[in-house]
């Protein structure tokens, strides 16, 4: 073989070999590393709170800082400029260091937080009924209405209404003995078929009687007020030191601002109406809170002596009378509460 010829035979080989080299490098990135082929992450500024914010309250510039940090280490709902949260509120309470996110951003006040077609309507509410300090914005709760009632005494032998703490005298009224069970004669107080009242002591003359019912369900906490808390209109919570405040004296018992329907309103604001009952540091209602999950409407009969006694579940007996020891027998009333 020629000279010229084993040349281009080397020439041949070299170029094959410089395009296998050529085509591993472009397989493996050209011999770089993935850290190195990746674009570098560039800097973003996010929006950390500087001091501890209440929920609701508005921010201003002494509550928040801009920081300068990774991309790749930023929230894609985080707030990126404080221009974007003076003035706004959040629906959590913050903490030093917290970076915000736009999801929990709020416009101050409550309008922003009812649903449309329900209103917000105060319940006043003391520290026991509040599960001292359990109750929390967000809950769902129910309220049972614990009313006084007057009841009014029928006279049927007598043809007449009167109310249970008037006083009505019958002329010469006839006499039973204890044995007269016959005709429409009726029996002592106690025993079954007889009348009387059971009175709980509320009252002017200790004559009210007890109700429960569940009145409302599934009602939403929007805010949570606490004993000797106020707020300005702007969300912010008034100092208590300031004796300039126009929020004057501080409440001793808190509030629930719960959304309601607009019957549900009507409802709310007649258990709080004081003609309805002494509130008495809202001692007429109790609220009780629900599963964060349990939104279903619960069915109850009300609860009255006549309930407690009438239905097998709870079986409260009627006071009986009965016969003293070694002695006859006598009608005695075990009513404490009068006939």
Known sequence: MKGGSKLFIFAGVGLAVVAVLLGIMSFSGGGKTDAQSQPKATKVTVVEAKLAVPAHQIFTVD????KSVSSDEVDADAQLTVAQVIGQAYKIPVTPGQRLLRAQMEQPGLQNDIVEG?????LPVADWQMMAGLVQEGDY???VYEPRLNLVRHLFSAGVVVPEDAIYLIQNPPIFGPDDTEGNLTPPTGDPGSMFWIRDGVGDAGELEPVAKLML????????VRPGEQYNGDGTKVDQGDSGSSGGNSPANGMLIIEVAPQQAEVVAFMENVNAGSLNGGTLYQVLV???DDHDTATTTGITFQVLVSDPNYGLPWPQTFTAPGGD???????????
């Open 63 to 66: 509550d928040v800082i801009e």
């Open 118 to 122: 329900k209103r917000a309507i105060s």
């Open 141 to 143: 709760i129910d309220i």
């Open 217 to 224: 369900q599934d009602v939403r906490v929007l805010r949570v």
């Open 290 to 292: 629900r599963h964060k």
């Open 329 to 339: 027998a006598t009608p005695t009333a075990e009513d404490n509460s009068g006939s």
